[in-house]
């Protein structure tokens, strides 16, 4: 039977949606309220080749969520909001806590809201908006699914920071890791594609986005990850530094006066891309720029690959080899020149592009002598968070033989 699943993803002043049919995966609708507290909120839905845009005042999440819920039923995209089976809700930090996806039941929203002095920005929010659907929807099930939990499965060695004991401890400074969603779609999808148990592979999983992470997966489960104990960590991003000489920060408040506050816009919304090139955190941009004769732009780009090669480099070492180079996000779809700047001359690992099937975007774009696959796929998170909803928020109960 078909099920009407709604996925959510609220941010600070936005809530992305996409309500889908399971198990066949088919998009019903999808869209985006932005702006949301601003008189010039923006709302966006798309149905198949229409879309409906509108400017209007949207106070708050609530608003947002009651705006929704109304369109879905005057463009007659559902019958009546009993017609939505379950929702799942895209959750920034699941800690320690939450190894899985889970359905939210009040102890684990008081857990997610506990867990946003880990996530200040990003966990309110997203409990607030698994409360406003709650309400709205009484009926249906809400599954949380966390951007962490795919990483709970790292030996300690992997997750912790060489600081004094209590920082753990005491205060959780650990690495969670992010993106754990579209690193677990992408690469079982990858077996699939490739007709192999992921539990028999060695998987390097590239996001690369405006946000980028890395993750070496085995046999299905992460060992490691680039992004840490917040998503900042790692590789380069769009407006995000990735990892740096952690003296430089205490530095630069010394020298120039800065508070945490300021320190945490410098590494999260000045820096990577944008702050080496000059022109943009978009890589687009910064690409046109370099094909122009920029020469920070030509070097922002070739540090963004080399700290990507660096970390392929080392997850082979601790994967004990490689048999799938995985390109996925924005970039890793898209980008033909970042792929091959991160694939040169790394046919002494078994490991080589086809040029035109790069270009081309293929599914799969190794060359004929390359042992290891190099793949591209579209990443699809919010699939992914309705088959959790579909997993455990709609599981028939087993029965039971006597
Ligand atoms: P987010 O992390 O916000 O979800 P996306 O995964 O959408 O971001 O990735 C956005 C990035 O993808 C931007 O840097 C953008 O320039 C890049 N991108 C999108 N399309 C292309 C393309 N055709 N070629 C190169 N880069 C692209």
Redesign the pocket.
């Known amino acids: 039977m078909s099920r009407t699943i709604m996925a959510i993803n609220a941010g600070s002043s936005s809530l992305k949606f996409q309500l889908l049919a399971l198990p066949e995966g088919r998009v019903l609708c999808q869209g985006l309220i932005e702006r949301i507290g601003l008189a010039d909120a923006v709302f966006t839905l798309k149905q198949g080749e229409q879309k409906w845009q509108e400017t209007l005042t949207i106070a708050d999440h609530h608003a947002a969520a009651t705006l929704l819920l109304e369109k879905l039923l005057t463009l007659h995209i559902i019958p009546s909001l009993e017609a939505i089976d379950g929702v799942g809700h895209r959750v920034a930090h699941g800690g320690e806590a939450f190894k899985d996806s889970a359905l939210v039941t009040d102890a684990a929203l008081a857990e997610i809201e506990r867990l946003a002095e880990l996530a200040p920005l990003h966990n309110p929010v997203n409990a607030a908006g698994i409360r406003i659907f709650r309400q709205a929807l009484p009926h249906a099930p809400a599954v949380a699914v966390f951007d962490t939990s795919f990483h709970q499965t790292l030996e300690q060695s992997a997750f912790i920071y060489p600081l004094p004991w209590r920082y753990y401890d005491e205060l959780g400074i650990r690495r969670y890791g992010f993106h754990g969603t579209s690193h677990k779609y992408v690469s079982q999808l990858l077996a699939e594609k490739l007709g192999v148990p992921l539990s028999a592979l060695r998987v390097v999983s590239c996001?690369?986005?405006?946000?980028?992470s890395l993750c070496a997966i085995k046999g299905g489960r992460s060992v490691n990850t680039s992004m840490g104990f917040t998503p900042q960590s790692g590789v380069m991003?769009?407006t995000r530094s990735g990892d740096i000489d952690p003296s430089i920060l205490p530095w630069v408040a010394l020298r120039e006066g800065k508070t945490p506050q300021q320190l945490n816009t410098l590494l999260n919304n000045e820096s990577g891309?944008l702050g080496v090139s000059g022109v943009?955190?978009?890589?687009?941009?910064?690409?046109k720029a370099a094909q122009e004769g920029n020469a920070r732009a030509s070097l922002a780009l070739t540090l963004f690959a080399e700290r990507i090669r660096a970390t392929i480099g080392s997850y082979i070492m601790q994967l004990g080899g490689i048999d799938a180079l995985l390109f996925?996000?924005?970039?890793?779809?898209?980008?033909?020149?970042?792929r091959h700047a991160i694939c040169r001359d790394l046919y002494f690992l078994g490991l080589e592009l086809d040029a035109d099937k790069n270009q081309r975007n293929a599914s799969f774009i190794q060359s004929e002598q390359s042992m290891v696959k190099i793949a591209v796929i579209n990443?699809n998170e919010e699939l992914m968070i309705a088959r959790d909803v579909m997993r455990i928020g709609l599981a028939e109960p087993v029965e039971m033989s006597a």
């Open positions: 996001h690369l986005g405006n946000g980028s991003m769009g891309l943009s955190h978009d890589y687009r941009d910064v690409e996925t996000g924005g970039i890793g779809e898209n980008s033909a020149r970042a990443t």
